[in-house]
């Protein structure tokens, strides 16, 4: 960028510091705060008092933090998701429709055979949850995969067909005739519902995100076709060159995220409300991919970001009481990735201040050029 008397050049860091891949999230995080705060000190509100409301609910008590855990769950399953997607430069959008459509898949397998023993209609759910997730995943990746279709479009419009089909069930053929008109299945057999800690809320869908966690990281890391998802994800024309099999990867991974995310509904219906009913996620896929980008793609510290925004869900819940309405914390949510995008740029550039830019050089007189750091091999960019 260049004014008349200086100019602002973006310039590739020849490898990116790994203490700025570290600081830029967390300061972002902490830009994304200051701006709240200014946002509820103009609103009338002490931001002192609600973010002291917000953590203590979602920190300040042993519920809190049980409830804290419960809402990572979903979040972390389907944050591991995207994140496997991203690695490809797919962008799976539909985590929401995915997790809607597993969570349909485990119900049906759970009022269809309610007397089944419990590790059998467990397993049975776990399965359906996942199998179906990952062919709602399948759907947008067959066009991308073949006739390059862009996925973002068709897995964002699949988030639709997938809520509308479950409230048309809820409030259809599968409402509950003794549930006071609430759009709600009857509920589950005790065979078909998550054990859970102790007398917590906390169900085994947290050892599903762990697990899940764990095997992404071996893929991805042990693997050769996680090095596969790697190199194709930073230049598809040399994978393309070293043989490696596109349309077979992207719909192997679209799948994949597809199932994980379809775990998270099966998980929330199991162990959480034990039943289908209308609204079943708050936009947990949305918030999956603010959770995978917080975390640079890393599946081990998803499990720690997620932690960290479902305490900004529950706090959310807290905040209520003081006036405010729980959309504030959506919109912090969306000052946290706004930063953190636009923090990913000082990761990977730095910035480079002139004086005497264009309007010394209308003048006849030469702009003396920039050192530059990366030498003949870092790009530039204005």
Request: glycine share 14%; net charge positive; aromatic share 10%.
């Amino acid at each position: 960028m260049r004014g008349p008397g200086f100019g602002i050049r973006l310039e590739r860091r020849p490898r990116p510091s790994p203490v700025l891949a570290f600081m830029v999230p967390v300061m972002s995080v902490v830009l994304a705060l200051v701006l709240g705060a200014v946002f509820l000190s103009l609103t009338g509100y002490s931001p002192a008092k609600v973010y002291s409301i917000m953590f203590d609910g979602a920190f300040g008590s042993k519920y809190g933090v049980s409830e804290t855990v419960v809402k990572a769950i979903p979040l972390m399953l389907a944050g591991l998701g995207v994140s496997l997607a991203f690695r490809m430069l797919l962008w799976n959008i539909g985590a929401e429709g995915q997790l809607y459509m597993g969570a349909f898949a485990a119900s049906w397998v759970a009022l269809s055979f309610p007397g089944l023993p419990k590790p059998v209609l467990l397993t049975a759910m776990f399965l359906a949850g996942f199998a179906v997730g990952a062919l709602w995943g399948l759907l947008p990746a067959l066009p991308r995969a073949f006739l390059g279709v862009n996925e973002i479009i068709t897995s964002l419009m699949l988030n639709y067909v997938a809520l509308y089909w479950v409230d048309y069930l809820v409030y259809g053929p599968w409402k509950d005739p003794k549930g006071y008109n609430f759009p709600l299945t009857p509920p589950f057999s005790p065979s078909a519902q998550l054990p859970t800690l102790g007398n917590t809320r906390v169900h085994l869908g947290l050892v599903f995100g762990l697990i899940g966690a764990a095997v992404i990281w071996l893929i991805l890391r042990r693997l050769k076709w996680g090095y596969e998802i790697r190199v194709i994800g930073e230049s598809t024309p040399a994978a393309r060159y070293a043989g490696m099999n596109i349309p077979r990867n992207i719909l192997l991974v679209m799948m994949i995220s597809g199932g994980l995310a379809g775990l998270a509904g099966m998980s929330e219906v199991s162990g959480i409300t034990h039943r289908l009913q209308h609204g079943i996620s708050p936009g947990y896929g949305y918030t999956a991919i603010i959770i995978a980008w917080l975390s640079k793609l890393n599946p081990v510290a998803i499990v720690g970001v997620s932690f960290l925004f479902s305490g900004l869900l529950v706090g959310g819940y807290s905040i209520q009481s003081s006036g405010l309405p729980a959309a504030t914390v959506s919109m912090l949510q969306g000052a946290i990735l706004f930063f953190v995008l636009g923090g990913d740029i000082l990761i990977n550039y730095r910035l480079r201040f002139r004086s005497g830019g264009a309007g010394g050089q209308s003048k006849g007189k030469a702009a003396p050029a920039a050192p530059s750091a990366a030498g003949p091999a870092g790009g530039t960019g204005e």
